[in-house]
């Protein structure tokens, strides 16, 4: 029987990680007079939408980049939002182009998506970074992922030649996610929906990272003993009285009896994706000018 597994402390790595961003980006306005810009671009009054861009532009300037936020109606037309991607691609002071998602229905998400410079698309959600991601070379990756994975090596040093399995298949987190391990020469199998035996396949990993969105459907019995299990999930369930609470897709109490190491919900991969977006920002901001940004 497995006693307790070790809490994988996100807030804290995350606060290391801006940290380091905020040290690379002072050492890029010291040595080269570049301060990187971070453009958000917030179409409609989504809350939670423009929760995420306040915390996003705060956190910019804490660690000293600049931050440029552009709020636009929920009625913007898809050409007026082409027409201000245009506009920061040529702008020479925009290091990463952020476009918040849901977008309302008249606009088509991926031509806005494809629309942005790869160069300073901070999401990587460009089908170049993609495939650049996929065969090896040099791309911005999405922040979720690049979060988990440093999670991952901080926890367990090399990852190399270990079974991960990526439970979730979108583009944001499960696809990535997979790239990224293989590139740490995990052996990787992508499940999802429609995978048979999900729970065996489970009970194999290594490494288990969660991202489904479906509230505590990893049972702690799914868990290998002695697994690291890092949990995306981030579902709003009813809790006590009027008010909710939030989980993620690991049953935790269940796994954390189980696996050797455990991110919570909230306060593991959350705190390091808008760390990852302030990181990716700086990482562009010296590679559009032939430069190398310090070990971040």
């Known amino acids: 029987m497995m006693g307790d597994a070790r809490l994988i402390d996100g807030k804290a790595s995350g606060a290391a990680l801006r940290l380091r961003v905020a040290a690379a980006a002072a050492d890029l306005k010291t040595r080269h007079g570049i301060v990187p810009g971070l453009a958000t671009v917030l179409v409609g009054e989504d809350p939670a939408s423009q929760v995420y861009v306040r915390s996003k532009g705060k956190a910019s300037i804490e660690a000293g980049l600049a931050s440029f936020e552009h709020k636009l109606p929920a009625s913007t037309s898809e050409a007026e939002l082409l027409a201000l991607i245009a506009k920061l691609n040529a702008d020479p002071s925009v290091d990463g182009i952020l476009v918040q998602l849901p977008l309302p229905a008249q606009i088509d998400t991926l031509r806005v998506l494809d629309a942005i410079d790869p160069a300073k698309d901070v999401d990587g959600f460009h089908v170049v970074n993609t495939g650049r991601l996929w065969t090896g070379g040099q791309a911005l990756v999405p922040c979720t992922p690049t979060g988990c994975l440093l999670l991952l090596r901080d926890t367990l040093g090399s990852l190399a030649g270990l079974d991960a399995v990526v439970l979730g298949r979108s583009n944001i987190v ?59 999930g981030i579902n709003r369930v009813p809790g006590e009285g009027e008010k909710s609470r939030l989980v993620g897709d690991v049953a935790f109490a269940e796994a954390k009896a189980v696996a050797g190491a455990i991110t919570p919900v909230p306060g593991g991969v959350g705190p390091m994706t808008i760390a990852c977006l302030l990181r990716n920002t700086v990482v562009a901001a010296a590679r559009r000018r032939g430069l190398t940004a310090a070990d971040i």
């Open 174 to 232: 499960g696809k990535p996610m997979a790239a990224l391990l293989l590139g740490e020469n995990c052996t990787v199998t992508l499940a999802h929906s429609r995978t048979r035996d999900l729970p065996d396949l489970c009970r194999r990993a290594d490494i288990l990272v969660a991202a489904v969105g479906r509230p505590e459907m990893v049972r702690g019995d799914w868990i290998k003993p002695g697994g690291t299990v890092i949990d995306v």
